[in-house]
């Protein structure tokens, strides 16, 4: 995925939030003379309401009839219906050759060649899919460590879900204060306090590191290629729910499908969103 913690498109402003905000505690009152009466139960059954997704990455499916001089920032919107930037998501095959650097869509300098797209058959998807894989399994050798005697604990999008079924019986301070109490967030919280920089465990991964190695490598490997939304070559628009695994799992098989699905020469473009517009 792009940067862990992503440009969230939620009405907070972040996926997870960075800072705990604890509510003031309430004020003792005095014993009341007599028992109050017993409340009422409410017959309001309240449906969960799904935290949206983070989405900061979209792989868009370039349809043949698109130019490779139209797809430019000012231009994504006229065509895809997108406001954002090309961002340099994909490699390009190391063997790229001279006469081929004009097909490709953002080329920039360095090893691997990074670029914002290109005909499918110059991207080395699966070397982008090999690194992503290897970052992973470090990373979560060192979230082990750093958790190691902690018991498992509820993701963020539960807090989140429950503040916005009843705001206000659930305020968004308490929500994020209760996530912030559990043991195993305290733990990966120091560890990125005492050892700050890109690559370390973030807590916005918490629910896909506790799904084990193997899955938090397959989910890592599989989001550098497909971004966090994918906009298939005849408009269909592919995207998780919400940040839950379940639902990033589920999105992971659809753009997988669709990418094994393309021919060669089909031509994909990474875009960083703009949530703001």
Not at 3 to 12: E, I
Not at 145 to 155: D, E, F, K, S
Request: glycine fraction near 6%; charge should be positive.
């Amino acid at each position: 995925m792009s940067a862990v913690n992503g440009t969230p498109l939620t009405s907070h402003g972040s996926r997870v939030p960075a800072i705990p905000i604890r509510p003031a505690p309430a004020k003792a009152t005095a014993a009341p003379a007599r028992p109050p009466a017993p409340a009422r139960a409410s017959s309001v059954v309240r449906t969960p309401v799904t935290p949206a997704p983070t989405i900061a990455t979209m792989v868009i499916c370039l349809p043949d009839e698109v130019p490779a001089e139209a797809l430019t920032a000012h231009q994504l919107r006229t065509h895809f219906g997108v406001t954002g930037t090309l961002t340099p998501l994909f490699w390009a095959v190391p063997q790229l050759r001279l006469w081929q650097r004009s097909q490709m869509i953002g080329l920039r300098k360095g090893r691997p060649i990074p670029c914002a797209g290109g005909p499918l058959r110059l991207l080395d998807l699966h070397g982008m899919r090999h690194a992503a894989a290897i970052g992973a399994a470090i990373r979560y050798q060192i979230w082990e460590q750093a958790v190691h005697g902690t018991r498992v604990a509820t993701p963020w999008p539960t807090f989140e879900s429950r503040h916005l079924t009843d705001p206000q019986k659930y305020p968004y301070e308490t929500a994020v204060a209760d996530f912030h109490a559990q043991p195993r967030v305290n733990a990966m919280r120091l560890h990125a306090a005492v050892t700050p920089g890109p690559g370390q465990p973030g807590v916005g991964e918490l629910e896909m590191y506790q799904a084990g190695q193997m899955a938090y490598q397959h989910h890592r490997a599989a989001s550098a290629v497909v971004g966090d939304a994918m906009l298939t070559v005849d408009g269909h628009k592919l995207a998780p729910i919400s940040d839950s695994l379940t639902h990033r799992v589920t999105y992971l098989e659809q753009a997988l499908r669709h990418l094994d699905t393309l021919e060669p020469g089909q031509r994909l473009l990474a875009v960083a969103l703009d949530t703001t517009a």
